[in-house]
């Protein structure tokens, strides 16, 4: 009877295999060479899986989008993983060993790997788990049905909660109802906007809204690390604009981050070309929901402990928030001036963030202003102190501000200073 039972399974999941073609299969995850090293190793010498791809990776190589991350979940515990691997001299890390996580590193490549598990109890931030050999027991303990879909090194998917149906319709279901799922981890709630906006197919489910309602407070007791973290996933989704113009998302969102009080801009952001889209960063985008000529955006940056190259980078974009509203600022005079002053990544900031924040920015040849900071030279000042020296200033004060007095001249000529400009500057020094 259980071989019977198992053909059934098996021929279910060819099926399923076959019925979503090329570029909705797992070929892109199963022609990792480095993932096979692991299953061959992992697998050695059993009749039964004992690894498999799971989550995101499996999620995004059925929905034909590109992975990065690969999740794999196996029945060995962790000191088993790590025997069966060292023994072939390859690299396991102890991520997160209480809780079944090893990461294996091969060619650079990274695998989380984490045993089967359920949970005994939450917090709402953390779960204490035992291990488990039951692959639809791990299901149950995952937010999504989209997110427990399994599959093999052959292709063969596992789908004990119809994930895949889910994911064809465009229905992001929780797993068990969702009061259950938030209680046990409140990022869920963002998780769930970042799969509504970039997989559903229909509007919300009223009974997921009304729990994420009655729970958002909960968010309160994650670490602002993952928020943050998951808010930069959040931002990177292909129509990032669809979660503000969607009512019920928009309330959410705005009501957990009311500083992306902007997302208007992305409306424009929309309209961009592919190869100009593909100039702006996660850090970019995030600077046109949040940022004004305010410096509000010191708070987000403190509350989220954000990186100090944030920090600066939209520390000059504020700064200059008011001059990208001035014609003169759209010219290659005063381009390469900001180079000089600052640098050629700030400038390029600058003029990506003005197309989205200046309704008039097709009167601005902003393609070909991106164009000249690359080619660009950045001058070099010729004026030293050892000139002045020869004039006769002495090391102080005096020299300091007569040799940022002229640099300041030389810019605003437009790089160029002459020996008569010299002379006259420097000639009213001899007379004193």
């Known amino acids: 009877m259980f071989k019977k039972l198992k053909n059934i399974i098996s021929k279910t999941d060819s099926f399923l295999y076959k019925k979503f073609g090329t570029d909705k299969s797992t070929k892109g995850l199963e022609n990792i060479k480095e993932a096979r090293i692991i299953f061959t190793y992992l697998n050695e010498n059993e009749r039964e899986d004992r690894v498999r791809f799971v989550g995101g990776c499996v999620r995004k190589s059925i929905s034909g989008e590109s992975t990065d991350d690969i999740d794999l979940a196996t029945i060995l515990e962790p000191n088993e993983v790590k025997k069966r691997l060292n023994k ?11 809780h079944g996580t090893v990461t294996v590193i091969i060619n650079k490549k990274k695998f989380e790997i984490t045993t089967l598990r359920k949970d005994v ?34 292709g063969r ?26 209680q046990e981890d409140y990022l869920r709630i963002l998780r ?30 994650v670490s602002n690390e993952r928020i943050f973290d998951e808010l930069n996933k959040i931002i990177l989704l292909k129509d990032l604009f669809s979660l503000f113009s969607n009512r019920t998302s928009n309330e959410i969102i705005i009501n957990i981050f009311p500083q992306l009080k902007y997302y208007e801009r992305l409306k424009i952001f929309k309209t961009l070309n592919k190869k100009l889209k593909s100039k702006y960063d996660n850090n970019l985008i995030l600077g046109l929901l949040i940022l004004d000529q305010s410096n509000d955006y010191e708070y987000f940056c403190h509350k989220y402990k954000t990186s100090n190259v944030i920090k600066s980078r939209f520390k000059n974009i504020s700064e200059n928030f008011e001059s990208l509203k001035n014609k003169k600022f759209y010219t290659e005079a005063n381009i390469k001036k900001l180079i000089y002053l600052s640098n050629k990544n700030y400038v390029k900031d600058l003029i990506l963030f003005s197309i989205c924040e200046n309704a008039k920015k097709n009167n601005y040849p902003v393609e070909a202003l991106l164009d000249y900071v690359n080619i660009c030279k950045i001058p070099k000042f010729p ?9 006769g200033y002495k090391t102080g004060q005096v020299l300091g501000k007569k040799l940022k007095s002229l640099e300041e001249k030389w810019i605003e000529n437009n790089f160029v200073i002459d020996n008569k400009m010299l002379e006259k500057s420097l000639g009213k020094r001899n007379e004193n």
């Open 383 to 391: 004026v030293s102190g050892d000139y002045l020296k020869e004039h």
């Open 121 to 154: 109890s939450t917090d709402g931030r953390h779960a204490k788990v035992i291990f488990t050999s039951d692959w639809r027991e791990d299901a149950l303990r995952r937010d999504f049905t989209i997110n427990a879909i399994y599959a093999d090194i052959q």
């Open 88 to 98: 072939e001299n390859i690299k396991v890390i102890d991520t997160g060993i209480s």
């Open 192 to 221: 769930y906007f970042r799969f509504f906006t970039q997989y559903s197919k229909t509007g919300h489910n009223e009974e997921v809204i009304r729990s994420i309602k009655k729970y958002i407070n909960g968010l309160n007791k």
């Open 157 to 182: 998917i596992f789908d004990p909660l119809n994930g895949i149906s889910d994911l064809q319709n465009g229905v992001v279901k929780f797993i068990g109802t969702p009061d259950e799922r938030i």
